[in-house]
């Protein structure tokens, strides 16, 4: 019995090497990275600040310092590491690995990123947006298991989306597709930071949700949204969800109307998609989480799909951590 | 030079064989039928009335008696055909070959199509949704040819689409993918036949279009459609369509909202799927094919891909024949 537990030990071990791979997450003002194992599991984290002004080799010297980083904290993981997995928000071309025109790095227009790390760690680097990594992640490893075709979400100060077909993620024709915080559901409605009208992101988005509330209460009427925020003026997402779980009836009223517009979008990318479940992450996700089954329930109202209510809708398993698991699972 | 020429004559008469199909295109009041060529070439088309009440058994005749017909015009094609292609409305099932519930052919309720089809001439048969499948005969032969992924509608009394990836149609989960009839781009808008509301169906159809004539000309201002049309009642989207290319003002501002809404749809298709190619063919498309140019070049505007102009916007190549076109694009 020993014998036997020490040697399925080692195999543990020995397979936990194997797929060993590091994740990192690039953003706008920090580099996060950590070790990635083939369960999915995230070790050795680290977070270091990005460079975003000035030379791209300034900026590249921020993702090569949280991969050291990494390496320093666990030293075992230098020699077994098989693959370095990236991710970044913004234009990006994940076949060659370039970074083509990220609006929160302007240095880096053009770069040749995952050659770069190659030719720095020598071993295979990956490239991809943050959200189709993410969602990469959550079916590899995440609340998608199982599944071959996922729409994954994520719900914050912006809505970012991935598409997983046959579980790869889906580029389309340049890398451009998946854009699922930009489908329009209300052309007349009010202007996104993208420049179209009416997309989810600008309806349902963190901002888009303080904003409801604010309108909302500009009317007058007493609510805990006030009495959290201090003033008008100041209620963020984050008050209208502590007075929602506090059971006000004005931030109720703001997340129902949510709800709905997270059904309309849901009800056209199911009519387009049909997937075989949605898994949504971040901030705003979780706040509407309690609103989950509705929203299955309600779908078929807002989709020709008479099984709509049968596709999961669950919660990621990553939160903070999603861009470094997506990251890692770039690498095959 | 002549013993070559012959031989070559035999190559060509024996490939043609080769990959000869039937494709049959089961609607509610008619099946049509027709021989298909290895390059997509229909000849040898026939009709028969469909009959849609009754027992399943009475409907399948009509089925039979098309093929039949075919082979009857074609008597050569009886050893020759390797494969039987449907296509039809509605639900179905196309993994196991099975009409599900189609709204026209109420007597199919779970019929399994192909497997009768299969026993009865003793060739392979496929079964598909009718959009689905004219969008894979636009791929395989027709104006989405050289293209993996192309998003194909087809506008008309309806807006049915097909998606096409890798040269492959995608289905989603249960056959349910690719309604793309169905994406909402007003939520507030008028309600669809499908029970949601703002569908680009219920806004940019043939219907639609003359109802939204019919909303302009109340106010009363002359115009050629109602010229061509006798009464405001009996506007249909032809009088707009004819009315706008002798240059009437009315069909003009019509179209121009049309083309508007058509974009928004794009838009939202192009943020989501990235297609290399859209292809689309019936009737409203025709007439709205002046405005495929300014439409994709307004496409930047409503959709977050830099690079949206670039994706080509084409006319089908299938027209009345695109269901036989596309059932026979079925067959491997």
Not at 212 to 236: F, M, W
């Amino acid at each position: 019995m020993r014998a036997a537990g020490w040697a399925f030990a080692v195999a543990r071990c020995y397979d936990a090497f194997e797929f060993m791979r590091i994740g990192v997450d690039i953003g706008g003002t920090k580099v996060a990275a950590g070790l990635v194992d083939a369960t999915g599991a995230i070790t050795n984290k680290v977070r270091v600040p990005m460079i975003s002004s000035g030379t791209s080799a300034a900026g590249f010297g921020a993702v090569v310092d949280a991969i050291e980083a990494v390496f320093a904290a666990a030293p075992e993981a230098r020699a077994a590491v098989t693959g370095i997995g990236l991710c970044a928000p913004g234009p990006l071309d994940p076949k060659r690995g370039v970074v083509i025109n990220p609006p929160n790095v302007p240095c880096w227009r053009g770069f040749p990123l995952a050659a770069e790390v190659e030719r720095v760690f020598g071993v295979p680097a990956r490239l991809d947006n943050d959200a189709n990594a993410a969602g990469l992640a959550e079916v590899l490893w995440g609340s998608g298991q199982g599944n071959a075709s996922v729409f994954y979400a994520t719900l914050g100060t912006g809505v970012g989306a991935g598409i997983i077909f046959d579980r790869k993620i889906y580029h389309g024709r340049t890398g451009g597709a998946a854009e699922g915080g930009h489908v329009t559901i209300d052309y007349r409605g009010p202007r996104c930071g993208c420049g179209k009208f009416g997309c989810i992101e600008a309806l349902a988005s963190g901002p888009a949700i303080a904003r409801l509330a604010q309108t909302r209460l500009a009317r007058g009427k007493a609510s805990r949204i006030v009495e959290l925020a201090g003033t008008l003026d100041n209620v963020r997402t984050e008050h209208v969800g502590q007075a929602f779980r506090e059971g006000d009836r004005i931030a109720r009223e703001v997340l129902d109307e949510i709800a709905l517009l997270l059904t309309v979008w849901l009800g056209t990318i199911v009519d387009l998609l049909e997937p075989d479940c949605i898994v949504v992450g971040g901030g705003v996700a979780e706040m509407m989480s309690p609103y989950f089954e509705q929203i299955s329930c309600t779908l078929p109202k807002w989709s020709i799909n008479q099984r709509a209510a049968e596709i999961p809708i669950v919660m990621a398993r990553y939160g903070a951590d999603a861009g470094i698991a997506g990251a890692a699972s770039l690498c095959e």
